[in-house]
C-alpha cells in the first residue's frame, strides 16, 4: 500500500508524488505527531545466565516441536539446548543443566518456545496522526514480533534512527528495527535522473538505511538506484504502484537486482497474456480510493491461470532470481469482508480513537475508501484472493521464499493481531503450520540477510523467543492478545492462549503485562476524546 495519508494535503502530497513517479522529494512529516517511545520500564534482563525449564520447541527451520527441553541463555545469546526428557513422564533431573550461582530460572514446563517472529512490512508511523510508537512497539512485543523492517521511515529520518539505536541499546521496549527509507527521502527535490538516484542511493548507508523501499520509477533510474544498493549492501523492497506498473513490473524489477515484493501488484500484470495494461473501467480514476481499489480486486482474474505456461515461466524464472514474495495478505481482508473486519474482538480494547477515525470512509485518506462497497466488490475480492493465494502457495512449493508482513496501521488492521491474522491467511493459502513459522521467522531472516543472528532456535544464535501456553501448530488463535475463544471443561466460554513471555535480545517482556498497558493506553485516550468533546459544547 502507498503509505504517507491522514489529511487531505497528505493526500494531494502523495498523490502529487506518485504522478511524477518520484515519490518523496523531501523529508515528509506524516505523522509528525507520533510520540517518541519513552524509556523502557518493563522487561527484565538481560540476564549473565538465564535457564528456561522444560519447554516444548518449534525451531523455525521446519523441524517438528520437541520437549521437553531446557533452553540456558548467556545475555543474549542461546548457548545450550538440552534434551530433559519424553511428554507424560517426569522429567529427568540428570540431564538438566545445572543452575550455577545468580541464574534466573524460569519455568515454562508444557509452554511452546518458537523463534521471535520478524514482521517484514511495519510501519510505526505514517497512517493516522498522534500514534504513540510505545503502542505500536508494546502491541508488536506482546505478539511475539521481535524484528519489524520498516518499510518508508515516513516519521523522517532522524526520527526512525534514533528509535533504531534506542532498541539496540535495549532502552527502550521495542522490536529490533531494520529501516527501509523511502525513495528519495531527505531530498529537497525529486529525482530525476540516473545520477540522482545513484548519488542518493550511495549516500544512505552512512544515515542508517539496510535498504530501500520503492514504489516505481523509470527503467533507467530503477536500474540505476538497484545496481547501486547491490554495491552497497543495501536490501530493497518495492510496491509497484499501479501508476507506473506499466513500466515496470515484478519480474522486470527482480531482473533487475529487486530482492523483495510487497503485496501482489506487479505480478498479476507479468502474467498477463493478452494484454499489457490492466483493463480498467472507462470511468476509473486513480485518485477516488473506491475506484483504485475496486478494480484492484479484479486484476487477478486478468492474469495467467495456474499451470499454464505463462504462470510456470513467470514462477520458475522468479525462483531463479531468489526473489523474496512478502503478500500481506491481511491488509486487503476487509475487501472481501469488510464487517468482519470492522468488529474484530480487538478494536473494543485495543484501537486507539485516532486509528478508528481514521479507518471510517473519507475520501481524503488512503485506505478508507467504504464509500459504497457493494456484495460484488467482496466477491470480486474472495475471487481475487483464491488465485493470489494459488500462485504464493506454489511458489512456496517449489522452493521459493515467502515472508510475513502485516502493514498495519490501515483498513481496520492494528499491530500485532493482524501478523498472527497473517499467519492463519497464510494456512488458507495452503501452508501447513511448520511452512507458517517458518515464513514467520527463518524465511525472514533470511530475507534480511540476518539468518546467521536471527529467526530459529540454535545455539549461538540471539536469545529471541517467543513462549506461549497453547499449541500454535494447532491453532494459530492462541497467539492472539485477545486469545481464542472456546469453552472450558466447566461448559462455559473463555478467552484461552495468548503469548506468555516475549524474548528479545534476552530480555523478557511479560506479553500480558505490555497488553495491559496498551488497554491503559487506549482507554485514557477514550477518556481524554471524551472530555475533550464536552469542552468543545
Same mark, same amino acid.
Given at each position: 500500500?502507498?503509505?504517507?495519508? *491522514?489529511?487531505?494535503?497528505?493526500?494531494?502530497?502523495?498523490?502529487?508524488?506518485?504522478?511524477?513517479?518520484?515519490?518523496?522529494?523531501?523529508? #515528509?512529516?506524516?505523522?509528525?505527531?507520533?510520540?517518541?517511545?519513552?524509556?523502557?520500564?518493563t522487561g527484565e534482563g538481560p540476564y549473565k545466565r538465564l535457564i528456561l525449564r522444560g519447554g516444548i520447541v518449534i525451531s523455525g527451520e521446519g523441524a517438528p516441536a520437541?520437549?521437553?527441553?531446557?533452553?540456558?541463555?548467556?545475555?543474549?545469546?542461546?548457548?545450550?539446548?538440552?534434551?530433559?526428557?519424553?511428554?507424560?513422564?517426569?522429567?529427568? =533431573?540428570?540431564?538438566? #543443566?545445572?543452575?550455577?550461582?545468580?541464574?534466573?530460572?524460569?519455568?515454562?514446563?508444557?509452554?511452546?518456545?518458537? /523463534?521471535?517472529?520478524?514482521?517484514?512490512?511495519?510501519?510505526? $508511523?505514517?497512517?493516522?496522526?498522534?500514534?504513540?510508537?510505545?503502542?505500536?512497539?508494546?502491541?508488536?512485543?506482546?505478539?511475539?514480533?521481535?524484528?519489524?523492517?520498516?518499510?518508508?521511515?515516513?516519521?523522517?529520518?532522524?526520527?526512525?534512527?534514533?528509535?533504531?539505536?534506542?532498541? !539496540?541499546?535495549?532502552?527502550?521496549?521495542?522490536?529490533?528495527?531494520?529501516?527501509?527509507?523511502?525513495?528519495?527521502?531527505?531530498?529537497? !527535490?525529486?529525482?530525476?535522473?540516473?545520477?540522482?538516484?545513484?548519488?542518493?542511493?550511495?549516500?544512505?548507508?552512512?544515515?542508517?538505511? +539496510?535498504?530501500?523501499?520503492?514504489?516505481?520509477?523509470? /527503467?533507467?533510474?530503477?536500474?540505476?538506484?538497484?545496481?547501486?544498493?547491490? +554495491?552497497?549492501?543495501?536490501?530493497?523492497?518495492?510496491?509497484?504502484?499501479?501508476?507506473?506498473?506499466?513500466?515496470?513490473?515484478?519480474?522486470?524489477?527482480?531482473r533487475l537486482g529487486l530482492t523483495t515484493m510487497e503485496h501482489w501488484y506487479g505480478l498479476p500484470e507479468a502474467l498477463f497474456e493478452h494484454q499489457h495494461i490492466q483493463?480498467? %473501467?472507462? !470511468?476509473?480514476?486513480?485518485?477516488? !480510493?473506491?475506484?483504485?481499489?475496486?478494480?484492484?480486486?479484479?486484476?487477478?482474474?486478468?492474469?495467467?491461470?495456474?499451470? *499454464?505456461?505463462?504462470? =510456470?515461466?513467470?514462477?520458475?524464472?522468479?525462483?531463479?532470481?531468489?526473489?523474496?514474495?512478502? /503478500?500481506?495478505?491481511?491488509?486487503?481482508?476487509?475487501?472481501?469482508?469488510?464487517?468482519?473486519?470492522?468488529?474484530?474482538?480487538?478494536?473494543?480494547?485495543?484501537?486507539?480513537?485516532?486509528?478508528?477515525?481514521?479507518?471510517? /470512509?473519507?475520501?481524503?485518506?488512503?485506505?478508507?475508501?467504504?464509500?459504497?462497497?457493494?456484495?460484488?466488490?467482496?466477491?470480486?475480492?474472495?475471487?481475487?484472493?483464491?488465485?493470489?493465494?494459488?500462485?504464493?502457495?506454489?511458489?512456496?512449493?517449489?522452493?521459493?521464499?515467502?515472508?510475513?508482513?502485516?502493514? %498495519?496501521?490501515?483498513?481496520?488492521?492494528?499491530?500485532?493481531?493482524?501478523?498472527?491474522?497473517?499467519?492463519?491467511?497464510?494456512?488458507?493459502?495452503?501452508?501447513?503450520?511448520?511452512?507458517?513459522?517458518?515464513?514467520?521467522?527463518?524465511?525472514?531472516?533470511?530475507?534480511?540477510?540476518?539468518?546467521?543472528e536471527i529467526g530459529s532456535i540454535r545455539v549461538g544464535k540471539k536469545a529471541d523467543l517467543v513462549i506461549v501456553n497453547e499449541n500454535p501448530l494447532r491453532n494459530f488463535?492462541?497467539?492472539? $492478545?485477545?486469545?481464542?475463544?472456546?469453552?472450558?471443561?466447566?461448559?462455559?466460554?473463555?478467552?484461552?492462549?495468548?503469548?506468555?513471555?516475549?524474548?528479545?535480545?534476552?530480555?523478557?517482556?511479560?506479553?500480558? =503485562?505490555?497488553? *495491559?498497558?496498551?488497554?491503559?493506553?487506549?482507554?485514557?485516550?477514550?477518556? +481524554?476524546?471524551?472530555?475533550?468533546?464536552?469542552?468543545? +459544547?
Amino acid at each position: 500500500m502507498n503509505k504517507s495519508l *491522514s489529511s487531505p494535503s497528505k493526500f494531494i502530497s502523495c498523490f502529487l508524488i506518485s504522478l511524477t513517479v518520484a515519490l518523496i522529494s523531501a523529508t #515528509p512529516s506524516f505523522a509528525s505527531g507520533d510520540a517518541k517511545a519513552p524509556e523502557r520500564t518493563t522487561g527484565e534482563g538481560p540476564y549473565k545466565r538465564l535457564i528456561l525449564r522444560g519447554g516444548i520447541v518449534i525451531s523455525g527451520e521446519g523441524a517438528p516441536a520437541r520437549g521437553p527441553m531446557d533452553i540456558v541463555i548467556e545475555n543474549d545469546r542461546i548457548v545450550n539446548i538440552v534434551n530433559v526428557g519424553n511428554p507424560g513422564v517426569p522429567i529427568k =533431573l540428570s540431564r538438566r #543443566p545445572v543452575a550455577q550461582k545468580g541464574d534466573k530460572e524460569i519455568n515454562i514446563e508444557g509452554q511452546y518456545v518458537l /523463534p521471535g517472529f520478524i514482521d517484514m512490512h511495519a510501519h510505526i $508511523g505514517g497512517s493516522a496522526d498522534n500514534i504513540p510508537a510505545e503502542y505500536v512497539f508494546k502491541l508488536w512485543l506482546a505478539h511475539g514480533i521481535t524484528t519489524v523492517r520498516e518499510p518508508g521511515s515516513f516519521n523522517g529520518i532522524d526520527w526512525i534512527m534514533e528509535h533504531v539505536k534506542r532498541s !539496540e541499546k535495549n532502552t527502550i521496549a521495542a522490536p529490533r528495527i531494520l529501516p527501509y527509507f523511502v525513495f528519495g527521502l531527505g531530498l529537497d !527535490e525529486k529525482i530525476t535522473t540516473a545520477k540522482q538516484a545513484q548519488k542518493w542511493v550511495k549516500s544512505i548507508p552512512k544515515k542508517g538505511a +539496510k535498504g530501500i523501499k520503492f514504489f516505481g520509477s523509470t /527503467p533507467e533510474i530503477m536500474t540505476a538506484a538497484l545496481n547501486e544498493a547491490k +554495491k552497497q549492501g543495501l536490501g530493497s523492497m518495492m510496491h509497484h504502484a499501479q501508476l507506473d506498473v506499466t513500466n515496470m513490473n515484478v519480474l522486470d524489477s527482480a531482473r533487475l537486482g529487486l530482492t523483495t515484493m510487497e503485496h501482489w501488484y506487479g505480478l498479476p500484470e507479468a502474467l498477463f497474456e493478452h494484454q499489457h495494461i490492466q483493463n480498467y %473501467s472507462p !470511468e476509473y480514476n486513480y485518485n477516488n !480510493e473506491q475506484h483504485r481499489f475496486a478494480e484492484a480486486g479484479r486484476l487477478w482474474q486478468q492474469a495467467a491461470k495456474k499451470n *499454464s505456461d505463462k504462470w =510456470l515461466s513467470v514462477r520458475d524464472e522468479l525462483l531463479s532470481l531468489d526473489f523474496t514474495l512478502n /503478500p500481506t495478505f491481511t491488509i486487503y481482508e476487509a475487501n472481501r469482508d469488510l464487517m468482519r473486519d470492522m468488529n474484530a474482538d480487538w478494536h473494543k480494547d485495543y484501537t486507539l480513537p485516532t486509528l478508528w477515525e481514521f479507518f471510517q /470512509p473519507n475520501r481524503n485518506a488512503h485506505g478508507s475508501y467504504w464509500f459504497d462497497w457493494t456484495t460484488d466488490d467482496e466477491i470480486a475480492w474472495k475471487k481475487n484472493y483464491q488465485q493470489w493465494m494459488s500462485f504464493i502457495n506454489d511458489y512456496k512449493n517449489h522452493g521459493g521464499r515467502v515472508t510475513v508482513g502485516s502493514d %498495519s496501521g490501515y483498513i481496520f488492521k492494528i499491530y500485532g493481531f493482524s501478523y498472527i491474522r497473517e499467519l492463519e491467511l497464510l494456512r488458507e493459502a495452503g501452508f501447513n503450520a511448520l511452512e507458517v513459522i517458518q515464513a514467520a521467522t527463518i524465511n525472514g531472516a533470511e530475507a534480511l540477510g540476518m539468518d546467521d543472528e536471527i529467526g530459529s532456535i540454535r545455539v549461538g544464535k540471539k536469545a529471541d523467543l517467543v513462549i506461549v501456553n497453547e499449541n500454535p501448530l494447532r491453532n494459530f488463535k492462541v497467539l492472539y $492478545g485477545t486469545g481464542h475463544f472456546r469453552l472450558d471443561d466447566n461448559n462455559k466460554p473463555v478467552r484461552a492462549g495468548g503469548v506468555n513471555y516475549t524474548v528479545k535480545d534476552g530480555i523478557v517482556y511479560d506479553a500480558k =503485562l505490555l497488553l *495491559s498497558q496498551v488497554r491503559t493506553m487506549v482507554e485514557q485516550a477514550k477518556q +481524554k476524546k471524551i472530555e475533550s468533546l464536552k469542552k468543545a +459544547k
